[in-house]
């Protein structure tokens, strides 16, 4: 199409719409820069080409994948969609980078991590800097899944940094959420958090392989025994371990079967749909959060007094509660 070679913002909405379904790569790559443009006339664009495409949308089995840096999260990443692709599955991979909030810098190197899929016609494999926002997650993860949807791929992974309450807001926005975990030294259970276990469908030891097996087998019965403990977050599913080796291709076709039989059971529970409608609504809170921050920012009332404001509160001479509300009395009604 012509006016993929456009700026992103001039390309008329309705190429969007009838070139993504028809996968136009191009014009994907373009789209997913408006979504994550800061500009406000490039947001409307962007919010236009969502609406249009938002009926076709919603089979695709979305999967989050977190884990520590070391885990192994992109080797295994790489033959778990070469292995989906194999089975005649589109896969997308949505990778939060880390973005230095000094800087503003990002690494944007996920795809020299998954050499095999980012040479895969069927793959498509988007790094997006973090911006500094909540646990990592790129403040436009969810409109990007519209996205890669509406343009076929019905397997959408989303990979976190791994670190603060990244795990939390990636689990708000997937079916299937996985936990990457490796075998300790002598202290398997070191570091394990009570909230990361309650948000796991599953838990995968990896890097099985070698020397390294038992010692993983030993970690998974560990975890299977923490677990017990733990009150799991859904009525119908008990979160398994499995150890795997993303470097092996071992345990992997295992793990995908258990996300395949986790989604059927939601489904035939109506849990499914429940979940699916509870992130819809809590995509919409958000939205709303950060457009009321961003009004907050613009008002020129606010910005006057605001320095001042805070300089009070950290000389101990304005209580932060009150602080709050004088900002709160300088908006609009």
Do not use: C
Not at 80 to 94: D, F, K, S, T
Not at 200 to 224: C, F, L, V
Not at 227 to 234: A, D, E, S
């Amino acid at each position: 199409m012509a006016s993929a070679a456009l700026p992103a913002h001039r390309i008329p909405v309705a190429d969007y719409v009838v070139g993504i379904p028809a996968g136009d790569r191009a014009l994907l790559a373009r789209a997913i820069t408006l979504v994550e443009s800061a500009n406000p006339d490039h947001a409307r664009i962007a919010q236009a080409v969502l609406q249009e495409l938002l009926p076709i949308t919603g089979k695709a089995m979305r999967l989050g994948i977190t884990g520590v840096p070391g885990v192994g999260k992109s080797t295994t990443i790489d033959q778990l969609g070469m292995n989906l692709i194999a089975e005649g599955r589109q896969v997308a991979v949505l990778a939060i980078d880390p973005t230095s909030k000094r800087t503003g810098g990002s690494i944007l190197g996920d795809k020299t991590r998954m050499n095999s899929l980012s040479q895969e016609r069927n793959a498509f494999i988007r790094p997006s800097p973090s911006s500094g926002t909540l646990g990592g997650v790129t403040r436009r993860t969810r409109e990007t899944m519209v996205l890669v949807e509406a343009a076929g791929f019905d397997v959408i992974i989303v990979e976190t940094v791994g670190v603060g309450q990244s795990e939390v807001a990636v689990s708000d926005m997937v079916d299937f959420f996985l936990v990457l975990l490796l075998a300790g030294g002598g202290d398997d259970l070191q570091g394990i958090k009570k909230g990361i276990i309650e948000l796991a469908d599953m838990i995968a030891i990896n890097k099985a392989d070698g020397d390294n097996i038992k010692r993983a087998e030993s970690a998974a019965n560990e975890y299977r025994g923490a677990l017990q403990i733990f009150t799991p977050h859904g009525a119908t599913w008990f979160p398994p371990v499995l150890t795997v080796s993303g470097r092996d291709n071992r345990g992997l076709s295992e793990l995908w079967n258990k996300v395949v039989e986790h989604r059927k059971l939601m489904q035939s529970t109506g849990e499914f749909e429940h979940r699916r409608r509870t992130q819809a609504v809590a995509w919409m809170r958000d939205m709303l959060e950060e457009r009321l921050m961003g009004a907050l920012r613009t008002n020129s009332r606010v910005a006057v007094e605001l320095p001042g404001i805070e300089a009070a509160v950290a000389t101990g001479t304005l209580l932060p509660t009150l602080a709050v509300d004088r900002i709160m009395d300088l908006m609009p009604v």
